[in-house]
T-cell receptor, first 113, second 113 residues
């Protein structure tokens, strides 16, 4: 079983839709959770960064962490064609270094005008 | 503020050669990590450097090595290149604090012929 599972998609939605992206994980030691967006031929861009359980909102983006279920989500409201990209979840354990992030394989999202 | 800068952006090598990739972190960031991204395996952690010392290492063969200089710039080296080393190599930097996330460069695309 992989430490982090993420549905690769592709996911296609119409402009204005609410998008839900999810990851599950198996290691209960994970405490920091991130969502990155990666456009073609570019590096991952940090969207959301959360510690432990709960919700975090930033503009059209909301990240949720449910540690009891080992499940994290990213919601995108009023999706735009510019949101078309691959979305990567990542996580790491508490303490130690900032490196050694464990990534999901990424979900490819396409938002159609 | 300039982001993480990686050079070169593209590189073509043949089997058996060696290659050196360079990364300049965000100003003030002393933690630098390297990742390999392939379609099959996704993003995988290679190693992390802090204050010129390797602090963490992923599960890659000894052909993959790195170093960090006193100005926090980092290089990674791959010797005896194999076809399977074709990938996007990403560098990420962060402040050295548990609640600080990593920020990525746009990577070096390495192709092995």
């Amino acid at each position: 079983q992989k430490e982090v599972e993420q549905d690769p998609g592709p996911l296609s939605v119409p402009e204005g839709a609410i998008v839900s992206l999810n990851c599950t994980y198996s290691n209960s030691a994970f405490q920091y959770f991130m969502w990155y967006r990666q456009y073609s031929r570019k590096g991952p861009e940090l969207l959301m960064y959360t510690y432990s359980s709960g919700n975090k909102e930033d503009g059209r983006f909301t990240a949720q962490v449910d540690k009891s279920s080992k499940y994290i989500s990213l919601f995108i409201r009023d999706s735009q064609p510019s949101d078309s990209a691959t979305y990567l979840c990542a996580m790491r354990k508490y303490g130690g270094s900032q490196g050694n992030l464990i990534f999901g394989k990424g979900t490819k999202l396409s938002v159609k005008p | 503020k300039a982001g993480v800068t990686q050079t070169p952006r593209y590189l073509i090598k043949t089997r058996g050669q060696q290659v050196t990739l360079s990364c300049s972190p965000i100003s003030g960031h002393r933690s630098v990590s390297w990742y390999q991204q392939t379609p099959g395996q996704g993003l995988q952690f290679l190693f992390e450097y802090f204050s010129e010392t390797q602090r963490n290492k992923g599960n890659f063969p000894g052909r993959f090595s790195g170093r960090q200089f006193s100005n926090s710039r980092s290089e990674m080296n791959v010797s005896t290149l194999e076809l399977g080393d074709s990938a996007l190599y990403l560098c990420a930097s962060s402040l050295d604090s548990p609640d600080q996330p990593q920020h990525f460069g746009d990577g070096t695309r390495l192709s092995i012929l």
